[in-house]
């Protein structure tokens, strides 16, 4: 030990004097210098070997504790769920779609797409369509067309998607007759015809389906005053598909209501002129 005075190693330990706080005895110990004499403290001996121990015995602990928490089984992985726990979409529609319903096929269809319960598996989606799709129901029938369209799930096939579209949107479904009038509009998939192009969005904003409507105007601006008289004559004359199953032929019926009830616009291209000119051309 070296004196903090005169740095002399000539340093021994003294003893404590009769007027010093004894409560320090623990912490301190009295060292005094022999050739200057000066009088000063240093920790203990004691308390530095009670403080190591400590440390030493906490250190210990957390080491038991940490290996004892990670070979605890982790209580936030909560336990399978039973049966009852389970959505019935996960573990009973596919059952019922196996029975042949059509509704049900269509269902485990969807479970099957982006945004469904399973795994995207595309050709497990287009089997349940197919099999909906043939028993008439039109949700089936234009998510068929549209995986023919896509290639997904199936070698792409512009005319059969044209045809199964085509059978939804003669069920009333609008999306389908969305979706065909910009077949219709491009060509793709049917010989390219902007009369019924603009029929089936007429039809499909009937319902209320609002981009058949920008659609349909754009549609308009492409004919003549009496090509879209000709195709909102077709509109009001159009009849749907009935078909036997029960949801399908309430939309059909449905959508027969909205045609009866709104009169399709005339282009705002060329409203007042439409029968006029119609009319010219039929006499001629």
Same mark, same amino acid.
């Given at each position: 030990?070296?004196?903090?005075?005169?740095?002399?190693?000539?340093?021994?330990?003294?003893?404590?004097?009769?007027?010093?706080?004894?409560?320090?005895?623990? &912490?301190?110990? @009295?060292?005094?210098?022999?050739?200057?004499?000066?009088?000063?403290?240093?920790?203990?001996?004691?308390?530095?070997? /009670?403080?190591? %121990?400590?440390?030493?015995?906490?250190?210990?602990?957390?080491?038991?504790?940490?290996?004892? &928490?990670?070979?605890? @089984?982790?209580?936030?992985?909560?336990? @399978?769920?039973?049966?009852?726990?389970?959505?019935?979409?996960?573990?009973?529609?596919?059952?019922?779609? =196996?029975?042949?319903?059509?509704?049900?096929?269509?269902?485990?269809? #969807?479970?099957? #797409?982006?945004?469904?319960?399973?795994?995207?598996?595309?050709?497990?989606? &287009? =089997?349940?369509?197919?099999?909906?799709?043939?028993?008439?129901?039109?949700?089936?029938?234009?998510?068929?067309?549209?995986?023919?369209?896509?290639?997904?799930?199936?070698? $792409?096939?512009?005319?059969?998607?044209? $045809?199964?579209?085509?059978?939804?949107?003669?069920?009333?479904? @609008?999306?389908?007759?969305?979706?065909?009038?910009?077949?219709?509009?491009?060509?793709?998939?049917? $010989?390219?015809?902007?009369?019924?192009?603009?029929?089936?969005?007429? &039809?499909?904003?009937? $319902?209320?389906?609002?981009?058949?409507?920008?659609?349909?105007?754009?549609?308009?601006?492409?004919?003549?005053? %009496?090509?879209?008289?000709?195709?909102?004559?077709? /509109?009001?004359?159009? =009849?749907?598909?009935?078909?036997?199953?029960?949801?399908?032929?309430?939309?059909?019926?449905?959508?027969?209501?909205?045609?009866?009830?709104?009169?399709?616009?005339?282009?705002?291209?060329?409203?007042?002129?439409?029968?006029?000119?119609?009319?010219?051309?039929?006499?001629?």
């Amino acid at each position: 030990m070296i004196c903090a005075r005169c740095e002399s190693l000539n340093v021994r330990r003294s003893s404590w004097k009769k007027n010093e706080d004894h409560m320090n005895h623990i &912490l301190y110990a @009295p060292y005094r210098c022999r050739d200057c004499k000066h009088r000063f403290f240093k920790f203990s001996k004691t308390f530095k070997l /009670s403080l190591t %121990a400590i440390l030493g015995l906490l250190a210990c602990v957390g080491f038991f504790a940490t290996i004892y &928490l990670l070979s605890k @089984p982790d209580s936030i992985i909560a336990a @399978p769920p039973i049966a009852h726990e389970i959505k019935p979409s996960r573990t009973f529609v596919l059952e019922k779609a =196996k029975q042949g319903r059509a509704d049900d096929q269509y269902a485990a269809g #969807l479970m099957y #797409l982006p945004g469904g319960d399973f795994t995207v598996n595309y050709q497990e989606a &287009l =089997k349940w369509f197919d099999l909906a799709a043939k028993q008439g129901h039109a949700g089936a029938e234009f998510n068929l067309g549209l995986l023919y369209q896509n290639g997904h799930g199936v070698l $792409q096939d512009f005319t059969a998607a044209a $045809q199964w579209i085509e059978k939804a949107a003669h069920k009333g479904y @609008p999306e389908a007759q969305h979706h065909l009038g910009k077949l219709y509009k491009t060509g793709e998939g049917v $010989q390219r015809d902007l009369t019924q192009a603009y029929v089936w969005f007429n &039809l499909a904003s009937a $319902q209320g389906y609002q981009p058949s409507i920008s659609g349909r105007n754009n549609v308009a601006n492409l004919m003549s005053a %009496a090509e879209v008289l000709k195709a909102q004559t077709l /509109s009001r004359n159009f =009849k749907l598909t009935l078909p036997n199953r029960g949801e399908d032929k309430k939309l059909a019926d449905n959508v027969e209501k909205h045609i009866q009830k709104d009169t399709p616009e005339r282009s705002a291209k060329q409203p007042s002129q439409l029968d006029n000119e119609f009319n010219k051309n039929v006499s001629k």
